[in-house]
């Protein structure tokens, strides 16, 4: 699994303070991606903001350790301008709920927390799970309490589980994605969600 390398890209891989950061890295360096790691409270907003700085071909959003204003700023932010400019991102569990709610939906406190690899059941294919057919059944690693419980307008869910509606979501017509689980954590499953992110 590795990615079209006709054009060099560069992916911004935001991170939120999470411990799950080095393996999207490890990830992205078996796929033989070029990335570029910067934690969310060193970004320069307002020179992405004005579209300046912001050169990046993909972005990941990685998932947080704890809540923090700041970084829900910016993420928000991030999004934004990737909405704006076409960029495909994608949203990693964390990144899922802040994505979700940047434009309008609602994320819900879990009955209990989950730290497990679980299976999840796909439901609609797209360009990020292209090959994979409905009703498959994906085994993916989580790690929250929160989960995204109304999507925004626009948004559309493409695979779930017993533990949550919206595992997968995606916009209608912009590569924006979130993924309530860690594809970093989730084997070759994982692995090949994250190789089609970097090819669409």
Known sequence: MTFNKKK???????????PFTRDIVTCLSKL??????????????TDNERGNNFSYDRVILSGRRKNAREI????????????????????ICYG????????GGSIRKMTRSVQDT???TVLKSNSLLSAIRADKTLFVYESHRYCVAKLPEGFESLASSLECE???????????????????????????????????
């Open 72 to 91: 829900n700023f910016v993420n928000s932010r991030i999004i934004k301008q990737c909405f704006k400019r076409n960029i495909p991102l994608l949203g």
């Open 8 to 18: 060099a890209q560069t992916i911004l891989v935001v991170d939120n303070v999470s």
């Open 96 to 103: 899922a709920e802040i994505l979700a709610l940047t434009f």
């Open 166 to 200: 919206h595992e997968v979501f995606s916009h209608k017509e912009k590569k924006m994605f979130g993924t309530q689980f860690h594809p970093e954590k989730s084997g070759d499953d994982g692995l090949y969600i994250l190789s089609r992110f970097l090819n669409i």
């Open 32 to 45: 033989g991606a070029n990335y570029v790691v910067i934690k969310s409270n060193c970004l320069d907003l």
């Open 118 to 120: 679980i299976p999840i």
